[in-house]
C-alpha cells in the first residue's frame, strides 16, 4: 500500500526555536498534502492543506507566519513551527492524497513535538 | 460536511465480530460515509467509504441503512490489534479538490478484551 513517511518521529525543542516536520510519500507523487494537529485526548484538526508549487492554505485560526508549508516537490512536503512555544506541543500528523486511489489520503505515523 | 454522532467507547471480545454504529441523520444526497481508524500514537488508516450500497473489504464490512441516517462499521473477526479509536466521517466523495480535507469528530475507541 501507499506509503507516506514523517521525520523526525518525536523532537523536543526548547521555547522561542523552530522546528522542521518533514512529509514525505514514498512511493507514488503528492500534488497535495495535508496537515493535522492533535493534542491530547483530543481528535485530529486540519491545520492547513499544501500543494505544491503553491502557496499553502491555511484553516481558521491557524497563523500562517507561525507555521510554515512548503510543498517543493511532489513527494516533500514540510512544515515550520516558528518560534516555538509550550501551547505548540502536541503530535503533528501529515496525509497525501493520491489521485489515482480516488484520492485517498494516506497518513504519516506523526511527529510528537514537545516543546520545553 | 454532516455531523455524526458515535458512542465513546465499545468493549468487544477478541475473535467477536466489532460492530460500530454511527448516525448521521443529516446526511444529504451526494455524502459518502468513510472510516478511519486510529492506533494509539500512529497515524490514522483508511478503512472503507460507501454511499448507500453495503460495501465489503478486506479489513472490513459497512452496512448503511435504507435511509442512510445511520451506519455500522463491522470487524468480522477482532484481534487485539484491532484496539483503536474509529471514526465516521460524513462528506462529499473526495474529488481532488482544495477541499478534501478531513473533519474528525470524537470518535469511538474499541478495545478489543482477550
Known sequence: ?116 | DAKTTQPPSMDCAEGRAANLPCNHSTISGNEYVYWYRQIHSQGPQYIIHGLKNNETNEMASLIITEDRKSSTLILPHATLRDTAVYYCIVRPQLTGGGADGLTFGKGTHLIIQP
Open chain 1, 1 to 116: 500500500g501507499a506509503v507516506v513517511s514523517q521525520h523526525p518521529s518525536r523532537v523536543i525543542c526548547k521555547s522561542g526555536t523552530s522546528v522542521k516536520i518533514e512529509c514525505r510519500s514514498l512511493d507514488f507523487q503528492a500534488t497535495t498534502m495535508f496537515w493535522y494537529r492533535q493534542f491530547p485526548k483530543q481528535s485530529l484538526m486540519l491545520m492547513a492543506t499544501s500543494n505544491e508549487g503553491s502557496k499553502a492554505t491555511y484553516e481558521q485560526g491557524v497563523e500562517k507566519d507561525k507555521f510554515l508549508i512548503n510543498h517543493a516537490s511532489l513527494t516533500l512536503s514540510t512544515l515550520t513551527v516558528t518560534s516555538a512555544h509550550p501551547e505548540d506541543s502536541s503530535f503533528y500528523i501529515c496525509s497525501a492524497r493520491r489521485w489515482d486511489r480516488n484520492y485517498e489520503q494516506y497518513f504519516g505515523p506523526g511527529t510528537r513535538l514537545t516543546v520545553t
